[in-house]
C-alpha cells in the first residue's frame, strides 16, 4: 500500500525487519515515517503542491488549503509557524534570495497570478495575467504553475495549465519577453508545469517540464530552444537543481496511469540515475527504456525538496491529504 | 533454558520495532507487473511480454486451470486465455492481480456484417471490429467506435459450417470520458433450419471503484452450433449512475471487435 495509506502492523511485522531503501546507484534512501504530520484540525493540508528550503535551514511547504497555504517546518517536521488563507489555487513555489533577504514567489492558479512575498507573507509584487499580449484576451487563459528567478532578478513565469506561453518580467513585474506556447514543435509546449535555472553550465539556462510528452526542455534565458531531454513513461513536475543533479517529481508514469509516481533524479549530464519507487533507469546508447511505477510508496509526487544535508522532502497532490515525505539519503 | 532464550529474542525484537524510524519493506505494497502483449486476437499465436519489476522480485500468473507459476521473460500463448499476473518477493507486499485476455479466433468466417452507424467523432474504420486489432487506451485512436444513441446492434451471416461456442464483446471503460462498458448483452442466432436461439448475459453495475480505464471482454458462452445468422445487439447502462458527474444521461458505448469463438 502507498505511504499515503500506510499498510498495518501485522504479526509478520514482528519479525526482524529490514528498512525500506528506495532509489538506484548513488542515490538510494530510507523512507522517515510520519514526518511533518500534524493535527489535521488545526493545520490541514489539502494538495500538498511544492517545498523550498530558506536561508535559515527552515522547510517551506505550500497548499492550497486556504486555513493554512504556507507551513513552516524545521528538518526534524517540527512545526514553527504557518501563514496565509488567500491563496486557493496555491500551487508554484520559488525562494529567492535578494540583497540578502529570502523572497518566495507563489502562483495561483485559481486567482491567475503571481505574488511576490516577504517570508512572513507580506505581498511586495503582484503578477496579473499578461494583457498586453495578443495570445491573453482574458485572465481565465492565465493558470501559472510556476515561477524561476534568474541572477539579474529577472522573474520567469510558466503557464503550465492555461495557454502554455513562458513569460519573463523584470524585478519590478514588467513584461520583458515571452516565448513557448502550444503545439508539438521542439520550441513548444504540452503542459509547461516546470521551470527552473539551471546553473551547472558554462552559461545559465532553463529547465522547463513539457510534463505530458514526459520531456525536459532546455532553453537559454532569451528564450532561444537549445535541446530536449527525453524522459519516456515520466510525467515530470518541475525541476530542482541541486549541486549537479536535477530532482523532479514524476506524478504518473507509465501510461500516465494514476497513483503511479515516483522520483526522478538525472546527473550532471541529464542522464537519468535513480528513480525511487520506480524500476532502475537503463539506457540503449542515449535512449532511456521507458519509465514506470514498481514499489507503491508514493501516489502522486508533486515536487522534490533537497535539503542542505542531502535529504529530499516529496509533497504530493491528490494522495488523500497526507503531509510531505522525508527521505533519507543513505 | 529454551524459555529464556526465546523470551531475549522476543525482547531484542521488541526493541527493534518499536525504535525503527523509517518505513520497512513488508510495509509496501508492490506495483502490479507492467505486462503487453503482441496480439489480444490471434489465429496461430500470441506473446505475452513482463517487463521488468523491482529487484528481488518475480512475475507470477494464475489462471483457471493452474496457480502460481513463474514467469519469464515471455509467454507465447496459442489458445484462448484469461490470466492474473503479480509480482512478489524480496520481503515487500504481495502485488495487486492485473487481468489479462487473449483470445483465438477465426478471421475466415463472416461473410457479410451490417452493425448500427457509430458517431461521426468516433466512427473507427471500415472493418475495425474484426480486424483482430486491439484499440488503445485511448478511444481517439482510430481503432475504437463510439455510440452515444443507447444500444448497438452488429449481425453476421457466416460461412455455412462455420462453428460458433462463444462471442466477445471487446469494450472501454474510461469513466472520465463518460464512457461505459455493457450493462447487458444478447446474442440471437438462426440455425441453418432457420430456428431463433437466444442467449443474454447482464454484467454488475458500473462502480466508481473500478475507476482505472482498462479494457472490459463481455463474454458470452453459447451452444456450440453453425449458426447462418448471428445478431448481437449490446446494451449500455441505461443512464450514467449517481455517484457520476453526468449522472441521469445517456453513456459512451466504445467497442473496438466483435469476436467470434
Given at each position: 500500500m502507498a505511504l499515503a495509506g500506510l499498510s498495518h502492523l501485522s504479526l509478520f511485522d514482528l519479525m526482524p525487519e529490514k528498512d525500506l531503501v528506495i532509489g538506484h546507484g548513488n542515490f538510494r534512501y530510507k523512507v522517515v515515517k510520519n514526518w511533518g504530520t500534524l493535527n489535521k484540525t488545526k493545520h490541514p493540508v489539502t494538495d500538498c503542491h511544492e517545498m523550498v528550503q530558506d536561508s535559515q535551514g527552515r522547510i517551506i511547504l505550500l497548499t492550497n488549503n486556504t486555513k493554512n497555504n504556507v507551513i513552516i517546518y524545521n528538518k526534524d517536521g517540527q512545526l514553527l509557524d504557518t501563514w496565509g488563507d488567500e491563496y486557493p489555487g496555491a500551487h508554484g513555489l520559488s525562494l529567492y534570495n535578494e540583497g540578502g533577504e529570502d523572497f518566495l514567489y507563489i502562483t495561483d492558479t485559481e486567482k491567475h497570478e503571481v505574488y511576490k512575498t516577504t517570508m512572513d507573507g507580506k505581498k511586495v509584487l503582484t503578477i496579473p495575467f499578461p494583457s498586453d499580449l495578443a495570445e491573453y484576451k482574458d485572465k481565465d487563459q492565465f493558470v501559472p504553475t510556476e515561477t524561476a528567478i534568474a541572477e539579474n532578478g529577472n522573474i520567469y513565469v510558466a503557464d503550465g495549465y492555461g495557454a502554455q506561453y513562458i513569460t519573463v518580467y523584470d524585478q519590478k513585474g514588467n513584461l520583458i519577453n515571452y516565448f513557448g506556447g502550444p503545439g508539438k514543435e521542439e520550441d513548444q509546449f504540452y503542459n509547461a508545469h516546470g521551470i527552473a535555472i539551471d546553473n551547472r553550465g558554462a552559461s545559465d539556462c532553463l529547465l522547463i517540464t513539457a510534463r505530458q510528452k514526459n520531456q525536459l526542455k532546455i532553453f537559454d534565458l532569451d528564450g532561444t530552444y537549445r535541446s530536449t531531454v527525453d524522459l519516456p513513461g515520466a510525467y515530470i513536475c518541475r525541476p530542482v537543481v541541486h549541486g549537479k543533479n536535477v530532482y523532479l517529481a514524476t506524478i504518473w508514469s507509465g501510461e500516465g496511469d494514476a497513483e503511479t509516481g515516483f522520483i526522478s533524479i538525472l546527473d550532471e549530464n541529464n542522464r537519468l540515475v535513480s528513480a525511487p519507487g520506480g524500476v532502475i533507469p537503463t539506457y540503449e546508447g542515449d535512449r532511456l527504456s521507458h519509465m514506470y511505477q514498481t514499489l507503491r510508496v508514493f501516489k502522486h509526487p508533486h515536487d522534490v525538496c533537497v535539503d542542505n544535508d542531502e535529504n529530499i522532502y516529496i509533497p504530493q497532490w491528490n494522495a488523500g491529504n497526507v503531509y510531505p515525505t522525508k527521505l533519507i539519503r543513505i | 533454558?529454551?524459555?529464556?532464550?526465546?523470551?531475549?529474542?522476543?525482547?531484542?525484537?521488541?526493541?527493534?520495532?518499536?525504535?525503527?524510524?523509517?518505513?520497512?519493506?513488508?510495509?509496501?505494497?508492490?506495483?502490479?507487473?507492467?505486462?503487453?502483449?503482441?496480439?489480444?486476437?490471434?489465429?496461430?499465436?500470441?506473446?505475452?511480454?513482463?517487463?521488468?519489476?523491482?529487484?528481488?522480485?518475480?512475475?507470477?500468473?494464475?489462471?483457471?486451470?493452474?496457480?502460481?507459476?513463474?514467469?519469464?521473460?515471455?509467454?507465447i500463448v496459442k489458445e484462448t486465455q484469461s490470466y492474473q499476473f503479480y509480482s512478489c518477493g524480496a520481503g515487500f507486499t504481495t502485488s495487486d492481480t492485473i487481468p489479462i485476455n487473449v483470445f483465438k479466433v477465426d478471421s475466415k468466417r463472416i461473410r457479410k456484417v451490417k452493425h448500427s452507424t457509430p458517431s461521426d467523432h468516433y466512427p473507427g474504420t471500415t472493418r475495425c471490429l474484426n480486424d483482430q486489432k486491439k484499440g488503445s487506451i485511448n478511444f481517439r485512436d482510430g481503432n475504437w467506435m463510439g455510440f452515444d444513441q443507447g444500444e448497438f446492434s452488429y449481425s453476421v451471416e457466416l460461412e455455412k459450417g462455420q462453428k460458433v461456442d462463444g462471442i466477445v464483446v471487446s469494450s472501454l471503460r474510461d469513466y472520465g470520458s463518460w464512457i461505459f462498458c455493457p450493462a447487458k448483452i444478447i446474442v440471437a442466432l438462426t440455425d441453418q433450419n432457420g430456428v431463433l436461439h437466444s442467449f443474454e448475459e447482464t454484467y454488475a453495475e458500473s462502480n466508481a471503484q473500478d475507476a482505472r480505464n482498462g479494457f472490459e471482454f463481455s463474454r458470452i458462452r453459447i451452444n456450440e452450433m453453425a449458426p447462418a445468422k448471428i445478431k448481437i445487439t449490446v446494451f449500455p447502462p441505461a443512464k450514467i449512475p449517481e455517484w457520476h458527474p453526468g449522472k441521469g444521461t445517456t453513456p459512451w458505448l466504445f467497442i473496438d471487435e466483435i469476436v467470434l469463438l
Amino acid at each position: 500500500m502507498a505511504l499515503a495509506g500506510l499498510s498495518h502492523l501485522s504479526l509478520f511485522d514482528l519479525m526482524p525487519e529490514k528498512d525500506l531503501v528506495i532509489g538506484h546507484g548513488n542515490f538510494r534512501y530510507k523512507v522517515v515515517k510520519n514526518w511533518g504530520t500534524l493535527n489535521k484540525t488545526k493545520h490541514p493540508v489539502t494538495d500538498c503542491h511544492e517545498m523550498v528550503q530558506d536561508s535559515q535551514g527552515r522547510i517551506i511547504l505550500l497548499t492550497n488549503n486556504t486555513k493554512n497555504n504556507v507551513i513552516i517546518y524545521n528538518k526534524d517536521g517540527q512545526l514553527l509557524d504557518t501563514w496565509g488563507d488567500e491563496y486557493p489555487g496555491a500551487h508554484g513555489l520559488s525562494l529567492y534570495n535578494e540583497g540578502g533577504e529570502d523572497f518566495l514567489y507563489i502562483t495561483d492558479t485559481e486567482k491567475h497570478e503571481v505574488y511576490k512575498t516577504t517570508m512572513d507573507g507580506k505581498k511586495v509584487l503582484t503578477i496579473p495575467f499578461p494583457s498586453d499580449l495578443a495570445e491573453y484576451k482574458d485572465k481565465d487563459q492565465f493558470v501559472p504553475t510556476e515561477t524561476a528567478i534568474a541572477e539579474n532578478g529577472n522573474i520567469y513565469v510558466a503557464d503550465g495549465y492555461g495557454a502554455q506561453y513562458i513569460t519573463v518580467y523584470d524585478q519590478k513585474g514588467n513584461l520583458i519577453n515571452y516565448f513557448g506556447g502550444p503545439g508539438k514543435e521542439e520550441d513548444q509546449f504540452y503542459n509547461a508545469h516546470g521551470i527552473a535555472i539551471d546553473n551547472r553550465g558554462a552559461s545559465d539556462c532553463l529547465l522547463i517540464t513539457a510534463r505530458q510528452k514526459n520531456q525536459l526542455k532546455i532553453f537559454d534565458l532569451d528564450g532561444t530552444y537549445r535541446s530536449t531531454v527525453d524522459l519516456p513513461g515520466a510525467y515530470i513536475c518541475r525541476p530542482v537543481v541541486h549541486g549537479k543533479n536535477v530532482y523532479l517529481a514524476t506524478i504518473w508514469s507509465g501510461e500516465g496511469d494514476a497513483e503511479t509516481g515516483f522520483i526522478s533524479i538525472l546527473d550532471e549530464n541529464n542522464r537519468l540515475v535513480s528513480a525511487p519507487g520506480g524500476v532502475i533507469p537503463t539506457y540503449e546508447g542515449d535512449r532511456l527504456s521507458h519509465m514506470y511505477q514498481t514499489l507503491r510508496v508514493f501516489k502522486h509526487p508533486h515536487d522534490v525538496c533537497v535539503d542542505n544535508d542531502e535529504n529530499i522532502y516529496i509533497p504530493q497532490w491528490n494522495a488523500g491529504n497526507v503531509y510531505p515525505t522525508k527521505l533519507i539519503r543513505i | 533454558m529454551r524459555v529464556i532464550i526465546f523470551g531475549f529474542l522476543l525482547l531484542i525484537i521488541g526493541c527493534k520495532v518499536k525504535h525503527s524510524t523509517f518505513y520497512q519493506t513488508n510495509q509496501v505494497q508492490l506495483t502490479s507487473p507492467k505486462v503487453t502483449v503482441s496480439q489480444t486476437f490471434f489465429e496461430e499465436e500470441t506473446v505475452i511480454y513482463f517487463d521488468q519489476t523491482e529487484k528481488g522480485t518475480k512475475i507470477y500468473s494464475v489462471t483457471d486451470e493452474k496457480r502460481d507459476q513463474f514467469m519469464n521473460d515471455s509467454l507465447i500463448v496459442k489458445e484462448t486465455q484469461s490470466y492474473q499476473f503479480y509480482s512478489c518477493g524480496a520481503g515487500f507486499t504481495t502485488s495487486d492481480t492485473i487481468p489479462i485476455n487473449v483470445f483465438k479466433v477465426d478471421s475466415k468466417r463472416i461473410r457479410k456484417v451490417k452493425h448500427s452507424t457509430p458517431s461521426d467523432h468516433y466512427p473507427g474504420t471500415t472493418r475495425c471490429l474484426n480486424d483482430q486489432k486491439k484499440g488503445s487506451i485511448n478511444f481517439r485512436d482510430g481503432n475504437w467506435m463510439g455510440f452515444d444513441q443507447g444500444e448497438f446492434s452488429y449481425s453476421v451471416e457466416l460461412e455455412k459450417g462455420q462453428k460458433v461456442d462463444g462471442i466477445v464483446v471487446s469494450s472501454l471503460r474510461d469513466y472520465g470520458s463518460w464512457i461505459f462498458c455493457p450493462a447487458k448483452i444478447i446474442v440471437a442466432l438462426t440455425d441453418q433450419n432457420g430456428v431463433l436461439h437466444s442467449f443474454e448475459e447482464t454484467y454488475a453495475e458500473s462502480n466508481a471503484q473500478d475507476a482505472r480505464n482498462g479494457f472490459e471482454f463481455s463474454r458470452i458462452r453459447i451452444n456450440e452450433m453453425a449458426p447462418a445468422k448471428i445478431k448481437i445487439t449490446v446494451f449500455p447502462p441505461a443512464k450514467i449512475p449517481e455517484w457520476h458527474p453526468g449522472k441521469g444521461t445517456t453513456p459512451w458505448l466504445f467497442i473496438d471487435e466483435i469476436v467470434l469463438l
